[in-house]
C-alpha cells in the first residue's frame, strides 16, 4: 500500500439481482444491459455458476460473445464469483487433488471470460491456495478468498491464509473483503420481512437485544462460540412461541450480520484484492442503516484501496416488496458521496477503472 | 433462498394415475443432481409413494437414488424441473392444493466434521389439474 489515497472502482455483482434473474424478468444479457444503462458500472462480478448455463465450460464462442457484449456496454469484467464444492459427492469430500482440478477448470474460465480475479471461500484451505497460485498465475487470474461471516479478518483461519499467503509471496493470492463480517446492526428490512410473517414486536426487539449483545461482545472467537450464538437465536425463537423462525435467526443473525469492528480489516488490508460491499438496504434518509458504509470507504480509501467494490445487495432474500434496483442505485451514492468526503473519489468511467484495476492487481503485496 | 418460487403456478397435469408439477431451484446458482436429496409430492394432502417418484431435469429422467452420483447433469437457476409421482387425480376445473418439500445439499458450506450442509425448504400453492 502506498500513501496516496484510494480510488475505489464503483460496480456490481449480478447476485444482487437474484430474484429478477430467476424470476426470467432479464435473462443473462437483459441484466448486464441495464447494469451499463443505469450506471450500476463499470464494474461487472457475475458468479458463474449462476449465470453461466453449463459452466465451468465455456466455449470460444461464448466467451467471445460475452466479452463482446462486455465491451459493447462499456462494462469491465472484475471478480468471477467461483465455487469450491468439496461437498460435491453425498458420501465424501473431494480429495486435494481433485479440489485442484475442480478450481482450475473454474480459473481457466476466469480467464476465458476476461475475469482478472475469481473469488474463493472459505473452504479452501491454505495448502489448496498454495498448491493453486502457480495456476492462478499461469492464467493471469488473481484468487481472492471472501472473507465473509461469521469468519471476519482477525479470525484464526483468516489469520493462517495470511500467514500462509505472506510465505508464499505470490502477487496472486489475496482477500475479497465482505462488509457483512463488520455490520453496525440488525437489518430493519429484515426485521420488517419477520414482522410480515406474523412475528411480534416484543419478539422482534429481543432478536435486536440479542444481536446487539453480541456486537458488544465482538466477534465469536471460534466455530464452537459462534454455534452456541446460533443456538441462542433458535433458543430465543422457541421461547417466544416462534420456533419457526429460530434456523432464520440463527442463520442471518450470525451468518449475514458479522458483528467485529471495520478497523478489524486492517489485519488483512495489504492482500485485499477485491470488496463485496455487502448491504440489506437504505433507509427514508437515503442511508444504509446496519452496515457502516461511510466508515468502510473511509477506511479503504485512506489504506490507499483501488480495486473494485461489488455493491451486493442480500436484502432481496426477504424483501419481497421494493425494487432492487433503486436500492442498489441508492447505496452507490452513499459509496460515492462517503469516497468525496474521505478526500477521494469513486472511480465510474470504464477506461479509468480498467487501468486502475491493472494496476491494483500488478501491485505485488507490500509493494 | 426463494422457496415461494417451488411450485410453478398451473403447472399441475395428470394421466389419471400419474400426476405432475413443474418445479424450480430454490438457491440462487446452479446444482448438479447429486446435491439433489430428496422430495415430496403431495396433492390434496394426499403423498405420492416416495419410490413412484421421479425427476425429470435436462430431458432425462432419474430416480432419486439414481441422483446420488449424478455429477454431470445440472440444474440451472432459470430451469423448470419436474416431479412426478403415483397419485391418482382427475384433470379438470377442481382446484388442488400441491405441496412440495424438497431437500438439497449445498456443496459449499462444510458444518462440522466433513458434512454439507443441507436445506429443506416446502411450498404450497394451489391449481387446477391439466391433462397429461
Known amino acids: ?367 | 433462498m426463494i422457496p415461494d418460487r417451488i411450485i410453478e403456478q398451473g403447472t399441475l397435469t395428470t394421466d389419471g394415475a400419474r400426476s405432475a408439477v413443474e418445479v424450480r431451484l430454490p438457491w440462487y446458482r446452479a446444482l448438479p443432481g447429486s446435491c439433489i436429496a430428496g422430495a415430496k409430492l403431495s396433492i390434496d394432502g394426499v403423498e405420492a409413494p416416495a419410490e413412484s417418484l421421479r425427476w425429470q431435469m435436462n430431458g432425462r429422467e432419474f430416480g432419486f437414488d439414481e441422483l446420488v452420483d449424478e455429477t454431470g447433469e445440472w440444474w440451472f437457476p432459470t430451469d423448470s424441473a419436474v416431479l412426478v409421482g403415483d397419485l391418482p387425480l382427475e384433470p379438470g376445473d377442481a382446484e388442488h392444493q400441491v405441496d412440495v418439500d424438497l431437500k438439497l445439499f449445498i456443496p459449499y458450506i462444510i458444518i462440522g466434521d466433513g458434512e454439507t450442509l443441507h436445506i429443506e425448504e416446502h411450498d404450497r400453492k394451489t391449481m387446477k389439474a391439466g391433462q397429461r
Request: hydrophobic fraction near 45%.
Open chain 1, 1 to 367: 500500500m502506498t500513501d496516496a489515497l484510494g480510488t475505489p472502482i464503483q460496480g456490481v455483482t449480478l447476485y444482487s439481482f437474484t430474484r429478477a434473474f430467476h424470476a426470467r424478468e432479464y435473462d443473462l444479457e437483459g441484466l448486464i444491459r441495464k447494469v451499463a444503462a443505469e450506471g450500476y458500472g463499470p464494474g461487472l462480478e457475475i458468479i458463474g455458476f449462476s449465470s453461466f448455463r453449463g459452466f465451468p465450460a465455456v466455449d470460444d464462442a461464448y466467451a467471445g460473445w460475452f466479452r463482446d457484449l462486455v465491451a459493447e456496454t462499456g462494462l469491465v469484467t472484475t471478480s468471477l464469483a467461483v465455487n469450491a464444492d468439496i461437498g460435491i459427492h453425498r458420501d465424501r469430500l473431494l480429495t486435494q487433488d481433485e479440489l485442484i482440478e475442480y478450481m482450475t477448470l473454474q480459473i481457466k474460465a476466469a480467464a476465458k471470460l476476461g475475469f482478472p480475479i475469481a473469488r474463493v471461500q472459505i473452504s479452501i484451505t491454505p495448502d489448496s491456495m498454495e498448491a493453486l497460485a502457480p495456476i492462478a498465475e499461469a492464467h493471469g487470474v488473481t484468487l481472492a478468498l471472501e472473507v465473509h461471516a461469521d469468519q471476519y479478518a482477525s479470525h484464526p483461519r483468516i489469520l493462517a491464509l495470511r500467514d500462509r499467503y505472506e510465505q508464499v509471496g505470490s502477487p496472486f493470492l489475496g482477500f475479497t473483503m465482505d462488509w457483512g463480517a463488520t455490520v453496525s446492526g440488525f437489518a430493519p428490512s429484515l426485521l420488517e420481512a419477520y414482522r410480515r410473517r406474523g412475528a411480534s414486536d416484543e419478539l422482534l426487539a429481543k432478536v435486536v437485544d440479542l444481536w446487539n449483545t453480541f456486537y458488544e461482545q465482538g466477534p465469536p472467537a471460534d466455530q464452537a462460540e459462534h454455534g452456541q450464538r446460533f443456538g441462542a437465536f433458535i433458543g430465543l425463537a422457541a421461547q417466544n412461541g416462534r420456533p419457526d423462525l429460530g434456523i432464520d435467526f440463527g442463520i442471518n443473525g450470525t451468518g449475514l450480520f458479522g458483528p467485529a469492528r471495520v478497523d478489524d480489516w486492517l489485519e488483512i488490508m495489504p492482500w485485499i484484492r477485491h470488496v463485496h460491499g455487502k448491504f440489506f438496504g437504505i433507509d427514508e434518509t437515503g442511508e444504509e442503516p446496519s452496515v457502516p458504509v461511510r466508515d468502510l470507504i473511509a477506511l479503504l480509501v485512506e489504506q490507499g484501496y483501488s480495486g473494485a467494490i461489488s455493491s451486493e445487495y442480500e436484502g432481496w432474500h426477504w424483501n419481497h416488496w421494493e425494487s432492487p434496483f433503486e436500492i442498489i442505485a441508492g447505496e452507490q451514492a452513499v459509496q460515492r458521496s462517503a469516497a468525496q468526503a474521505a478526500g477521494s473519489r469513486m472511480i465510474t468511467d470504464a477506461a479509468e477503472a480498467r487501468a486502475i484495476l491493472d494496476a491494483h492487481l500488478a501491485q505485488p503485496v507490500r509493494g
